[in-house]
């Protein structure tokens, strides 16, 4: 491992990505959104000013707006109740979703319906019948949008995977007499400036792992960690502390976990990705990786 490049203050890249679907779907949305009722905005309870899109308020402007977090089951719940009241404080209206053991539809729905009643009530008041919600679902990308679709649903609908860009296109997706949903493909903007969201982004897998080097990645896991849930680090791994350029700390984790080339010499770029791996599937634990107090406003 290059000491150099493997700092405790890892020297971020900046970040470009923007494939051309994300630039196509916005201008779609712009052009669709006169037939839309509600915003679905979908983002992760694990980083819920990360997964936030910057630019969603320039792009659905007034639209009514029902804020969804997901993988609420997976998260700090003590940090994250911290953003769902500091959202609710601006005026949004919140549901946290736990998607592997619940079924948020007829919550989503009951909202939904709500929120249109007025302009409903108005078309009954002139003898036309109400209209069904028509919802546009909108997020990052592995927010947890399909899944959340497939729960709506009631059955296997749209592509669930780990990997960014699942879904390419727009299309409109029909969950009931009441709601038509029109999803869409993750998206991000052209430049993230913050490097911390960046990083954040693609340790949960909203951005394609290429995209950082694995070893600053892994390095960047590792100093969160050890900064946020240090006991964590601990209990996965045996360290209580990070070396000034990481090489006892991937040494301890190879032969904890096993990662070892011939001759008992530690592969650091099989550690790389199993610290990667362990953050996303959930083995560091229950995780918030934003923090309020981080000038968000």
Known sequence: ?????????????????????????????????????????????????????VDIDELIGNKKRILIMTKYDICDKNETDKFIKYYEDKGYTVITVDLMHENPTDKIISISKELVKEENDKRISKGLKPRSVRALIIGVPNVGKSTLINRLVGKKSAGVGNTPGVTKNLSWIRINKDIELLDSPGILWPKIENQESAHILAALSSIKEEIIDIMDLACFILTKMMKLYPNNLYERYGISFLDEDFIETFDIIAKKRGALSKGGIAD???????IVKDLKNGYLGNITLDRLDNNYE
Request: charged residues 35%; hydrophobic residues 35%; aromatic residues 8%.
């Open 1 to 53: 491992m290059n000491k150099d490049s493997k700092n405790k203050e890892v020297e971020y890249l900046h970040l470009n990505w923007y494939p051309g679907h994300m630039a196509k779907t916005k201008r779609e949305i712009k052009e669709k959104l006169n037939l839309i009722d509600i915003i679905y905005e979908v983002i992760d309870a694990r980083m819920p000013i990360s997964s936030k899109i």
């Open 268 to 274: 650091y770029d099989k550690v790389a990705n199993i």
